[in-house]
């Protein structure tokens, strides 16, 4: 009996599956089966925390809400980026790679950012999005590795920051002298 080579693949997959099912079956499932556990967390919370971290940073919440025509005062700059960044790009809040990214949506050097996906549109009567980038491209690059830092802090307490400018200067020693090679001394016959 003669298989060609795609019969012959998928045979041997099939194989392969039923030997590390046989031995790592039940670590599988169990992996399988374990529930994706998510929070919510609420960016109206942690954008006041921010705030009192760092109140330079414009509210940016004299938006009217579509419905009602008054202000919103709880629709601020830092709960519409915190809502885009875990709730439109489901990005992490842990790390300083992922916060970069989205701030680097608002200054349109990553991803592009549709305006009827944006935190508010739906509820504000104007869009507050052009608003939003003129906060951040109006920081500094220090600004803006502050707001990564204390974002990053908020969520991970235990993350060390190394370009944190609310911690204490890293400590900084002299490094040690490496020892130099010198090779033995040739013997003469």
Same mark, same amino acid.
């Given at each position: 009996?003669?298989? =060609?080579?795609?019969?012959r693949?998928? $045979?041997i /997959? &099939?194989?392969?599956?039923?030997i590390?099912?046989?031995?790592?079956g039940?670590?599988?499932t169990?992996?399988?089966?374990q529930?994706?556990?998510?929070q919510?967390v609420?960016p109206?919370?942690?954008?006041?925390?921010i705030?009192?971290?760092?109140p330079e940073i414009?509210?940016?919440?004299?938006?009217?809400?579509l419905?009602t025509g008054?202000?919103?005062?709880?629709?601020t700059?830092l709960?519409?980026?915190l809502s885009?960044?875990l709730?439109?790009k489901?990005?992490s809040? =842990?790390f300083?790679l992922?916060?970069k $990214?989205? /701030? &680097?949506?608002?200054?349109?050097?990553?991803e592009?950012?549709y305006?009827?996906q944006?935190?508010?549109y739906?509820?504000?009567?104007t869009?507050p999005l052009?608003g939003d980038?003129?906060?951040l491209?109006?920081?500094?690059r220090k600004e803006?590795?502050?707001l990564?830092?204390?974002?990053?802090s908020?969520?991970?307490p235990?993350?060390?920051?190394?370009?944190?400018n609310n911690?204490?200067?890293?400590i900084t020693t002299?490094?040690t002298?490496?020892?130099?090679?010198?090779?033995?001394p040739r013997?003469?016959p």
């Amino acid at each position: 009996m003669f298989l =060609n080579k795609k019969a012959r693949a998928k $045979l041997i /997959i &099939a194989l392969l599956s039923a030997i590390l099912l046989s031995f790592y079956g039940k670590q599988l499932t169990q992996i399988a089966i374990q529930p994706a556990v998510a929070q919510f967390v609420e960016p109206a919370r942690i954008a006041t925390i921010i705030y009192e971290r760092f109140p330079e940073i414009p509210s940016e919440n004299q938006y009217l809400r579509l419905e009602t025509g008054e202000v919103d005062t709880d629709n601020t700059f830092l709960s519409r980026l915190l809502s885009y960044h875990l709730y439109v790009k489901s990005r992490s809040p =842990n790390f300083r790679l992922d916060w970069k $990214l989205t /701030i &680097a949506d608002y200054l349109e050097a990553h991803e592009y950012i549709y305006p009827n996906q944006y935190p508010g549109y739906n509820s504000l009567q104007t869009n507050p999005l052009a608003g939003d980038r003129a906060i951040l491209e109006n920081m500094t690059r220090k600004e803006r590795d502050r707001l990564i830092n204390n974002l990053v802090s908020v969520f991970n307490p235990n993350a060390t920051n190394n370009n944190s400018n609310n911690s204490t200067p890293p400590i900084t020693t002299e490094p040690t002298p490496q020892p130099t090679y010198t090779p033995p001394p040739r013997r003469v016959p």
